[in-house]
Structure formats: C-alpha cells, structure tokens
C-alpha cells in the first residue's frame, strides 16, 4: 500500500525522469555520430541538444502565434457570443413560456437563467487562470526534462553498464 501511494505521488517526477531518458537515449546515436567526427562528447552533446531544442523552439514558435491569434479572435469576439447565447437564452425563455402553464413559468425566471450563466461564466475564467498556471508548470517540467537529457547523455556508458549488471547472464 505504502508503495502504491510512493508511485502515485512521484507519478510526475517518474513521468519526466522516463521522458528525458527516452529522449536521450533517441538522442544518443546522434550524439556518437557527432563524437565520431572527433569533436569531444561533452561538445557533441552540446552540439546535438542546441540542435534539438531549436527544432522544437522552431515548431513552438509555428504554433504559439497561430494559438494567440486564435485566442485573441475568442476575446475581440466574446462580446458577440455572449449576445448570442443571451439570444439563444431569451429566444428559448419566449418558447418556454407559450408551451408551459402558467404556474411552471413562475418557478423559472430569467434571473435564475442568468445566475447560471454568470456561474458558467465563472467557472470559464477559472479555467482560463488554472490553464495558465499549468502553462507556467509546463515550462519548468520541459526544463527539468532538459536537464535529465543532458545528465543521462553524459553518463550513458554508467547506466548501459548498470543495466547490464541487473541482467543476468
């Protein structure tokens, strides 16, 4: 039970331990195809990591302008799609009242529809502001993913060899 409730609560760190392993081991053929030019392995891992992170700034940099634009289209238009939903709510409040009896529409008010909407709303902005900081926890999990790819190319030779050790022959 006690290891159960270790993995689940190391769930992220073995996440991002196992993501910058895999990626440096997918790394590392690259690395000693570098190295066998006679450049140093400390400088073929430089070499390589730059390399690497610039491909993915180069395809952060293609997506992120186009999620800003699309981002700031939803807020230059948010003030159309809430008149359209309040609309759509009056349209469907006018509907609501010629089908039902009279006494029913008396327990269902516009009030109450815009209460729920305003909470709708809410919990809208909510998202948007928890969204942000799981952006910014984002960034750090893609830098500590860095830092286990540069630490693993380092020592690969060790943990090949570790690894070794654990199997037996």
Same mark, same amino acid.
């Given at each position: 039970i006690i290891l159960i409730w270790f993995?689940?609560?190391?769930?992220?760190?073995i996440t991002l331990f196992t993501v910058g392993v895999v990626i440096a081991f997918g790394l590392n053929p690259v690395v000693e195809k570098v190295r066998s030019l006679n450049i140093p392995r400390w400088a073929s891992i430089l070499i %390589?990591?730059?390399?690497?992170?610039?491909?993915?700034t180069a395809l952060l940099s293609w997506a992120i302008p186009n999620l800003i634009v699309e981002i700031n289209d939803f807020a230059k238009n948010i003030d159309k799609y809430i008149t359209t939903v309040n609309e759509w709510i009056n349209s469907a409040f006018k509907w609501f009242k010629r089908i039902f009896p009279?006494?029913?529409?008396?327990?269902i008010t516009t009030i109450d529809v815009m209460s729920r909407l305003e909470s709708i709303i809410s919990t809208m902005?909510?998202?948007? %502001?928890?969204?942000s900081f799981?952006? %910014?926890s984002i960034i750090f999990e893609i830098i500590?993913?860095?830092v286990v790819v540069v630490w693993v190319l380092f020592d690969i030779e060790r943990i090949k060899n570790w690894i070794k050790g654990l199997v037996p022959e």
């Open positions: 993995i689940r609560s190391a769930n992220t760190a %390589v990591f730059l390399i690497f992170i610039l491909l993915i009279e006494r029913l529409k008396e327990k902005l909510s998202g948007i %502001v928890s969204y799981n952006i %910014v500590l993913i860095g």
